[in-house]
């Protein structure tokens, strides 16, 4: 079926840049590689350059806008070199759908970034924030969670665990951690849950104060200066708004959400991150009635 | 354009918008009949429960316009794509469910925009098989649209490709008359001979951007409705609204379009989200 193989060849030309040159100066030699009727190859030499290029031109004007509004705050941060970048993303990964073509962008900025010593240094911390809120707005789920109890922007740590009420919340299957034995693991039986995060829910464990810095950049459109300060954030889709809310997370606590991947325990947990387990589980109960565990 | 003997029934005016605050406005100003609304846009509330844009509910019936299926690209239907067109047709009880004439993929490359096909016979059979696929498993005529890049040297003209697409599956048409005339230029070709060339008894519905080269677009526009019956115009303001006044203006010049006896209709079709277009 050699319809497919011109179209095949079509698309990339539509999308390839190199591709396309190479097209322009030996079309016949860039036909090579695809198994096409005598016809075929006829049909496709005779694509006019300008009007193949206008075409490709507005496609990848839309891939880079695309990009552009999934990342403002980088944007607005890194200046001409996000263009720069944006354009040579573009140019390494011609076929990606789009989805995963701008959350990628997110990942190479951030790899990027990291020998960018022009740009202030949070900006592959930004990078990173900005991703995560286009993962989380381009969530699709019957139903995200509406009334989580909590309000953003409130600090989740250990040491407000008990003010939260966390111990009041329990539902059936964690009212064990009110009747713990310390002494009798059998007796704690959530010692074995498997805690994994919420599919509407991120965390990541920041070198700067991402959301000290985001608030300054969308008051004032100048990057701040910034002294580096660890900080743990949690993100949360809530209902149909398309922007999450944000908490800022200990970022022992952040770094402890991180593993809960539905793998390890509750104990083995407690254990990595050196947390005291009832603490823990009473922290992950918590968690769970707002929504950012699952499958407690 | 080319003749046959079939009637149907009338949607009437419709506005096409990206969510539905923006078509109850759209909807009070133009007195539009029907929404047509981007399948990316709609939520589906689970099994049941209905669905939602941008959080509100529509009370019009609505059309809905995807691009998931990639109806040029050779080769079988997508049936993960098409199990999802269909659970969005049923939750949201569409009157139609419209996709470009274009491919969005080929294996290993997303363009995620609606590329040319070239108009040969094999993409001819290829399309035929998977308008066919789809009709069957939704349960309803398919609205194609033409997005009208003229690729050079093809082998079939565009529209004698839409002819033989809509005459072996009984697909209907949307002509977008604004696209046609802004690519007519770029393109080098003649809209009014383009559109004489489509088949009359195929389009449906006449689409058309406000603002975009408007007059020669109404113009356009007129030539297709007089030879053609169609079921209803839509005024794309998914990315733009004109203002109130304009709207109120392309609300008039859309309705004058529909022939009077084709007026939007009472009864079933209309009340509910859901209508059997008749074909005689």
Redesign the interface.
Known sequence: MTAAELQAMTARLFVDRAFREWFRHAPRDAARGYLLSAEETDMISAVDDERLAVYADSLRERRRQAIATAYPLSRMVAGDDFERYADRYCDLNPGLPERERVLGFGNYLRECLEAEVRLPCFARDLAIYERHLVDLRGLTAARFPTDTGVSSGTMLSLSTVDSWGAAGRLDGSLSTVADLDADRDEARPWLSSRPRLASWARVAVFDYDIPEIVADLERTGVPPAASPTPTGVVMRRVGERTTPEIFRIEVRVAAMLLRCTGEPTVAALAEQCRLDPERLAALLASLATMQVIACW | MTDDARAVSCLGVGVGVAHIGGGKAAREIVGADFLELRATDV????AGDGF?V??DAPSAPVIVRGAALSL????PVDRTALAEVKRLTDATRCVYYGEPLC?T?????????L????F?A??LA?TIDRVDAVQQELGRPLLVESIT?M?????KPQAEFLSGLADATGCRLTVNVSAVQINSR??GFDAADYLDGLPRAAVAFVRIGPGRAADAAWALAAGVASATRLEGVILDYTTRVAGRGPCRRDGERARSLLIPESGPQPGPACEGQSRQVVHV
Not at chain 2, 72 to 75: A, E, K
Not at chain 2, 115 to 118: F, Q, S, V
Not at chain 2, 151 to 155: H, K, M, N, S
Request: hydrophobic share 35%; proline share 11%; glycine share 16%.
């Open positions: 939520a589906l509330q689970g939602t941008g959080g040029g690209t050779m080769g491919m993929r080929v294996p290993g490359l997303d363009l995620d925009h590329a040319p096909i070239w040969t094999d993409v290829s890049y690729p050079p040297r093809c082998a770029v393109h």
